[in-house]
């Protein structure tokens, strides 16, 4: 049988497993058999996204993450049908799901003051944990969003300026002043 026809790649020479499954091509084939109308497709491919979409929210939107994540998720599957490459389909959620969660924010920030991170992972306990939130509150929207974009995502200045619809130098200024807000903070 071909590789091609059961959707898995060959094994990776330093693989442990012999049929380790490329993720990107699973969701390739999610997303093409829920573009058909598949009902059990879609929720498959519902269940691998939410986590992905939550992990963005959170420390862009804050408090409001569930609302962000509610709203990403209903814009992917909105827009589901026009994905043209189902082998793009975290780059293209990535995209989705960070403006959604800046326009949950901005949003919120009118309406609410802001609230706790909940989520946020603890990896030398939770004074940490508690304290790296109260310093993210208090950065702006467009820092948060830009930290998590290259801090978390990994993401160049380029691309992170290609999903925010802004310059590359607006991005480099953001990132410039959100990491001096959040070392002056933590300093105190």
Not at 24 to 40: E, K, N, P, S
Not at 47 to 55: A, E, G, H, Q
Not at 69 to 90: D, T, W
Not at 113 to 138: F, H, M, Y
């Amino acid at each position: 049988m071909n590789t091609a026809d059961t959707g898995f790649l060959p094994p990776r020479p330093d693989a442990r497993q012999p049929s380790e499954e490329d993720p990107w091509a699973r969701a390739a084939l999610l997303v093409r058999a829920a573009q058909t109308g598949d009902a059990l497709a879609l929720n498959d491919l519902l269940d691998l996204l939410t986590p992905y979409v939550s992990r963005l929210c959170r420390p862009i939107a804050l408090a409001d993450s569930p609302d962000a994540v509610q709203e990403s998720l209903i814009a992917v599957f909105q827009g589901l049908p026009k994905l043209q490459e189902p082998r793009a389909l975290y780059a293209w959620v990535r995209t989705i799901t960070v403006r959604e969660a800046v326009r949950v924010a901005r949003r919120a920030e009118h309406e609410t003051p802001v609230g706790e991170l909940k989520d946020l992972p603890s990896v030398r306990g939770p004074e940490l944990a508690a304290d790296v939130r109260d310093v993210l509150r208090r950065l702006s929207t467009e820092h948060r969003t830009v930290l998590v974009l290259r801090e978390l995502e990994g993401l160049d200045e380029r691309s992170a300026g290609r999903l925010l619809n802004i310059s590359c130098g607006t991005v480099k200024s953001r990132l410039h002043r959100a990491r001096h807000s959040f070392r002056k903070a933590w300093a105190r």
